[in-house]
């Protein structure tokens, strides 16, 4: 009966928790739609909003300052003479973005104004083409798979070597060891790294493929879009290019991404072993970072 009623919970706590899970998924679904409705036609009213709303809160920032600098400043107390001097140089800090905020807005009034309206066009061309949220979807899944299979061909290559229980002094473990013939370890540790980038390639691919998906789609919205009328989107033909017309380019491209990750991976787990080795040394840890920052100007 215990085990029964032991059992009995398990499954309530997973359907609670799956419960929540779907609810969540459909309360952020519902909020994505809402979201681009919103944006959709609210758009340029909203980032307009916003930018004033910015603009004046550094205006009343820097005025509260400075008024609260020059009614503490007169005080003969010293606690309060330090706080009136950060109180001057929050007002001189705020004055000068709020400065610097106004005359980016003169300056390039024409290019924020050109922004937001293609903040608003992407939000209309979303609104119109709610397929398209689909595709990172579907390229999502595939990558989770790709992953799958990875983790599945990475154990069956690992288990050629020789399996055997790894020393403990509990004799029920579960623990175990794989060790390879002497000559055949190096080969599968390559064996391991031609895998991981392989998936590394796979993955850069599924992602290059869903934006070139979505960039088609984007464009086709673009080229049949008026003054009168908004256009359609053709995620077919984005589609089709991806997987037919320019499957290639985009493979030879997420080749290059893959192979610049790739050595980020390396350069990232070389650094790490050398900065234990040295113990933690400064000049090591220092050349370790700027490695580091060099992979990443990739």
């Known amino acids: 009966m215990l085990e029964s009623n032991k059992a009995g919970k398990q499954v309530m706590d997973l359907y609670k928790s799956s419960r929540a899970i779907y609810t969540s998924i459909a ?37 509260a300052c400075i008024f609260e600098y020059i009614d503490k400043h007169a005080s003969t107390d010293k606690l309060v003479q330090e706080a009136a001097n950060g109180f001057l140089v929050g ?5 000068l973005a709020t400065i ?85 370890a190096d080969d599968m540790y390559y064996i391991a790294m ?5 998936l590394l390639w796979i993955i850069a691919f599924f992602n290059a493929q869903q934006s070139f998906i979505v960039m088609v789609a984007g464009c086709t919205y673009y080229f049949d879009s008026s003054k009168d009328k908004d256009g359609d989107a053709d995620v077919g033909m984005g ?42 040394n400064p000049v090591v840890k220092c050349i370790g970072c700027v490695a580091n920052c060099c992979m990443e100007c990739l």
């Not at 758009?43 to 920032?61: H, N, R």
């Not at 007002?91 to 004055?95: C, F, K, M, N, S």
Request: with cysteine; glycine share 8%; charged share 10%.
């Open 91 to 95: 007002g001189i800090v705020l004055g």
């Open 194 to 198: 031609a895998m991981f980038f392989g």
């Open 27 to 63: 309360t952020a679904i519902l909020l994505c739609f809402a979201y681009i409705y919103l944006m959709s036609y609210f758009a340029e009213q909203i980032a307009w909003t916003i930018i004033g709303i910015t603009q004046i809160s550094l205006f009343i920032g820097t005025g």
């Open 100 to 184: 610097i905020m106004l005359i980016m807005l003169i300056c390039g009034f024409n290019q924020l104004k050109i922004a937001i309206d293609v903040v608003d066009a992407s939000a209309d061309f979303l609104r119109k083409t709610k397929r398209v949220i689909i595709v990172p979807v579907i390229y999502f899944f595939m990558q989770v798979t790709a992953v799958l299979i990875f983790m599945f061909a990475f154990v069956c290559v690992w288990s050629i070597g020789e399996i055997n229980a790894k020393g403990t002094l509990n004799p029920n473990h579960q623990l175990k060891t794989v060790t390879f013939k002497k000559g055949t």
């Open 239 to 280: 589609v089709k290019f991806a997987w037919v017309n320019h499957i290639g380019s985009l493979a030879m491209g997420s080749f290059i991404v893959a192979l610049v990750e790739f050595l980020r991976v390396v350069v990232a787990v070389i650094v790490e072993q050398a900065t234990k080795a040295s113990g933690n």
